[in-house]
């Protein structure tokens, strides 16, 4: 089975443009989470979508928005970049059926904001 | 506000020893608790599940322990090696629609 895929894996971008970031999940998943990873905040929950529709959403600004598709794939996109931004973005799918409820998360796309 | 604390930023074991790495919470009372190891550059894996009606959890070298009066987990590696450094998330999940919660995880490096 394939694991969870993002792309682009890395980004550089200047303050003020907006970035969209992908994800596609494990075969079946139908839940998609967003993190943010910075070495003072560690990983930081964005938003959760399930068939969708967002289920759960972090204290992030107006601005880190996202979607899922019909086929689970989830985009994830951010306006008006600040240098804050600047971290590590990771995607990670469920099904989030019983057990161990374990998340796979996918690589990551690193985010520079200049 | 919840609060979740990993101690140390970084810990240093001598090889073949047992690594123990605490997560404390505040504020917050999780029906799970997770353990995940995370290598530089990748996603975090994830290692174990426990729950909280159990007071332990066993896999192979690892162990995990819950203690929600304390609201405190223990994550122990029996027979440390170097393959074992990286960084470790705890993580906290409620119940009910997923919304989890990481802790900034504590690096360990497992010396030769």
């Known amino acids: 089975k394939a ?10 971008k200047t303050r003020g443009q907006q970035v969209t970031l992908s ?9 998609v989470s967003w993190y943010q990873q910075t070495p003072g905040q560690g990983l930081q929950f964005l938003f959760e979508y399930f068939s969708e529709t967002q289920r759960n959403k972090g204290n992030f600004p107006g601005r880190f928005s996202g979607r899922q598709f019909s086929n689970s794939r989830s985009e994830m996109n951010v306006s008006t970049l600040e240098l804050g931004d600047s971290a590590l973005y990771l995607c990670a799918s469920s099904s989030w059926t019983g057990g161990n409820n374990e998340q ?9 904001v200049l | 506000s919840q609060k979740i604390e990993q ?3 970084a810990l240093n ?28 550059g990748r996603g975090p894996v994830f ?39 990286a960084t470790y998330l705890c993580a906290l999940l409620s119940g009910g629609y997923q919304k989890v919660t990481f802790g900034i995880g504590t690096k360990l490096q497992v010396i030769p």
């Open chain 2, 13 to 40: 074991i001598q090889e073949g020893k047992t690594a123990t790495l605490t997560c404390n919470y505040t504020n917050y009372s999780p029906a799970y608790l997770q353990w995940y190891r995370q290598d530089p």
């Open chain 1, 104 to 112: 796979f998360f996918g690589p990551g796309t690193r985010l520079t």
């Open chain 2, 7 to 9: 101690n140390s930023e």
């Open chain 1, 23 to 31: 994800c596609s999940p494990i075969s079946g998943h139908r839940s």
């Open chain 2, 47 to 85: 290692l174990l599940l426990i729950r909280e009606n159990e007071k332990e959890k066993r896999k192979e070298r690892l162990k995990v322990t819950f203690d929600t009066t304390l609201k405190q987990s223990l994550f122990h590696i029996t027979a440390s090696q170097p393959a074992d450094s």
């Open chain 1, 3 to 12: 694991g969870v895929t993002q792309t682009p894996r890395y980004l550089i």
